[in-house]
């Protein structure tokens, strides 16, 4: 009898211990699946306010519109990211509001001010993030305060913008007046420079058209101005004719197309309304100016068309109303992207496209730095030179260039980068 009660007490204690070392691996299985849990959401709160930071550090060009456009391009980045085990809706609990985002000045301190904002910071609090592993051995030790059901999880990103050693420039070279030195090379802030159609023509205080691979190949060129990235301080450009299929590409950005294309193909900027000496007789500064004397009543600079989404023609979709009020002749174009807050035209196909980025080149057509230019007319059919506005040196921390380039350069355009 003594030798059958001791087996079944080592019975018992066996039991015991095995459920004491499963409640033991529990635990560690709670910490190792629950912890996991909160890292995955850690990272992908991080990525997303990542985003969120630099996109708001790209609008930081000092504009009156600045923190405002910061504000809502930081939401929009963040908010397309997913975040706790990639839910589109962040699980339902609150995703990036206005509140989450935040400027600092130059001496990292707190502002309001859109001139002196250079930082942007997004921050944010994931809440209910489910533990039920850890809730579930809260339970069991009845510590449950410890091991809450959901818990919390905080990600801070800080972008601001830099010098890029690679860029995203259009297929013209600027040339400095004679005697121009950086970082202005001459120019003055608004004034009206001519692009001139006629191959290497370009002189001192001009423009000309550039490859930025290098070739002289017209064909090049136009695929070049749909997009090209990578030119660097030190490359030398090549002098390329001009053939009128490059006139399809340059309208594209004022939302003007033919039959075969559109906005939805070839986006447009943000407005395609067109300046020259008609509706804009002050001919300087139609980026936030003035118009001058004589000009028509619908007249208004740049930053205002950009924000009302207009089209060349200001309130139009038709070609001829354009030109009536350019004095432009757009010879084979057919219609424009439709203006303001409506469907299938600037506002939402638009992006920043006619605020462009020009190398600036030495006598051997080598780039030695680069200029930020508004494209503000678009070519006419049969073509003639066209006029930018020089709107400073890419480089200066307000300029209202930006490109996608690679950071790290001295003398590029500003892009923006993480800085913690």
């Excluded at 991080?46 to 000092?62: H, K, N, R």
């Excluded at 405002?68 to 706790?84: E, P, Q, Y």
Aim: with cysteine; aromatic share 6%; proline share 5%.
């Amino acid at each position: 009898m003594r030798k059958l009660t001791s087996h079944r007490r080592q019975k018992g204690a066996v039991l015991v211990t095995t459920a004491l070392v499963l409640l033991f691996l529990l635990g560690f299985m709670g910490i190792a699946l629950d912890f996991g849990h909160l890292f995955v959401v850690k990272t992908e709160l991080q990525t997303a306010l990542d985003s969120c930071a630099l996109a708001a550090a790209q609008e930081l060009d000092g504009q009156s519109t600045a923190l405002t456009r910061a504000t809502s391009a930081g939401m929009t980045a963040g908010n397309l990211n997913r975040v706790n085990m990639q839910s589109t809706t962040w699980s339902g609990q609150g995703q990036i509001v206005a509140a989450n985002i935040s400027f600092k000045d130059a001496a990292y301190a707190a502002t309001t001010a859109p001139a002196a904002a250079r930082y942007a910071v997004c921050q944010h609090t994931q809440s209910g993030v489910v533990t039920r592993l850890l809730q579930t051995m809260g339970g069991f030790t009845g510590d449950t305060a410890a091991n809450p059901a959901t818990r919390q999880v905080a990600a801070t990103a800080v972008a601001t913008r830099a010098s890029a050693q690679t860029t995203c420039p259009i297929p013209v070279a600027m040339k400095p007046k004679t005697g121009g030195t950086a970082p202005n090379y001459g120019f003055v802030v608004g004034e009206w420079v001519t692009l001139l159609m006629a191959q290497n023509a370009a002189a001192g205080g001009q423009i000309g058209w550039a490859n930025l691979d290098g070739s002289n190949s017209a064909s090049e060129t136009d695929a070049e101005l749909t997009g090209h990235c990578g030119t660097r301080v030190g490359d030398t450009l090549g002098t390329p004719g001009v053939q009128t299929s490059v006139a399809d590409v340059w309208n594209a950005r004022f939302g003007i197309y033919k039959n075969t294309s559109g906005p939805s193909i070839n986006p447009p900027d943000f407005t395609g309304y067109a300046y020259t000496t008609t509706d804009w007789p002050a001919a300087f500064n139609a980026y936030d100016g003035a118009p001058g004397a004589g000009a028509p009543a619908s007249a208004q600079n740049f930053v205002t068309k950009r924000a009302a989404f207009a089209s060349c023609a200001d309130t139009g979709t038709r070609v001829n109303s354009c030109e009536s009020i350019t004095g432009l002749s757009l010879n084979s174009f057919q219609s424009l992207a439709a203006p303001g807050n409506t469907t299938g035209g600037h506002m939402q196909y638009g992006t920043n496209r006619r605020i462009v980025t020009v190398p600036v080149i030495n006598a051997g057509n080598q780039v030695v730095d680069y200029a930020c230019m508004l494209m503000l007319q678009p070519l006419t059919i049969p073509m003639s030179d066209v006029k930018l506005e020089f709107r400073g040196n890419a480089n200066a921390s307000g300029s209202p260039c930006t490109t996608s380039g690679l950071p790290g350069g001295s003398t590029g355009p500003l892009v923006p980068v993480l800085v913690r």
